[in-house]
């Protein structure tokens, strides 16, 4: 026997209210605890993020973006992160200016100074997020930032001093958190 509910003025089957549940499920955002296993971006260009529970996320585009790029998962699995291309008037290639780190059931975007975010990672257990960002065609601007994870707070910035020839002096003590996400490929 099947059961129904009355739902918007109608009376729907109460089958047809549980598929609809299951559909609306894949495109809403994270709750809190949610336990991240795998993050890809489809041939498509759509970004797909996997949980424990077997839910899958499609985080919408924001206004003006054309992509999602590399999708990062923290190694405790707590928070996923990805970087959000919008075009860009001078190249034939989309540009990286938002950092996304979703954690928790929110979702926070870094835009540090407004350059594009080339490089980025979870740190400490994936407690903190460290990014680069820099001009699009050739180390102009290079500009660092540490972040808390859970809060999104600035934990620490770092802005390299360079020469005549616009590298960065090698006397410099650059934090090891800088190291770390400069050494990463």
Known sequence: ???TRFLGGRFIPVLTLAA???V???RVPAVA???YIRATVDPDGQLRILTAGDQTLEPKKEREQVGFANPQISPDGGAVGW???Y???CTSYPVPL???IQTNGSLRTFTGTGLPVWQWGFQTRGTQVAFRQETVHGG???HYELREVATGRLLAQYDPVVGPDNQALPTQNVPPWVAELDARP
Request: proline share 4%.
């Open 24 to 26: 609306s499920l894949s």
């Open 20 to 22: 609809l549940a299951v």
């Open 87 to 89: 075009p860009n008037c």
């Open 83 to 85: 970087l959000a291309e």
């Open 33 to 35: 605890g949610d336990i």
């Open 140 to 142: 102009l601007g290079v």
């Open 1 to 3: 026997m099947s059961e």
């Open 98 to 100: 938002k950092l996304m």
